[in-house]
């Protein structure tokens, strides 16, 4: 199980740091991946981490203003969101990956998603 929090209305440029805390199992030893889906789109991967912290994946979109990052001790993964933009705007839900990997297909337990608004 995942529970997700941290997300919120912002103005452009602000930040937000979104958070995943699972339970039931221990995140060090699967890839954990974070998804966003707007009104009316796919849900398109944002980016994704390994078990190794060495590894990942980015959106091209969000490089240089997301960051995933993981505490294992906490048993948590973080989207940290900067420079927000209205496009961001979406539900982001995390997932645990059976690889690594930017395939929605790939991944089998979902969060329920916490909604970012990004507007003036």
């Known amino acids: 199980q995942f529970v997700e929090s941290g997300g919120g209305a912002v103005q452009p440029g602000g930040s937000l740091r979104l958070s995943c805390v699972a339970s039931?199992?221990?995140?060090?030893?699967?890839?954990i991946g974070w998804f966003r889906q707007a009104p009316g789109k796919e849900r398109e991967a944002v980016g994704c981490?390994?078990?190794?912290?060495?590894?990942?994946y980015l959106l091209d979109s969000v490089k240089g203003r997301f960051a995933i990052s993981r505490d294992n001790a906490k048993n948590t993964v973080y989207l940290q969101m900067n420079s927000l933009k209205p496009e961001d705007t979406a539900v982001y839900h995390c997932?645990?990956?059976?690889?690594?990997?930017?395939?929605?297909?790939?991944?089998?337990?979902w969060g329920q998603g916490t909604q970012v608004t990004v507007s003036e």
């Open positions: 039931g199992f221990t995140l060090d030893e699967f890839a």
């Open positions: 981490i390994g078990s190794s912290t060495a590894s990942g």
């Open positions: 997932a645990r990956g059976l690889v690594l990997s930017a395939q929605k297909e790939n991944y089998d337990y």
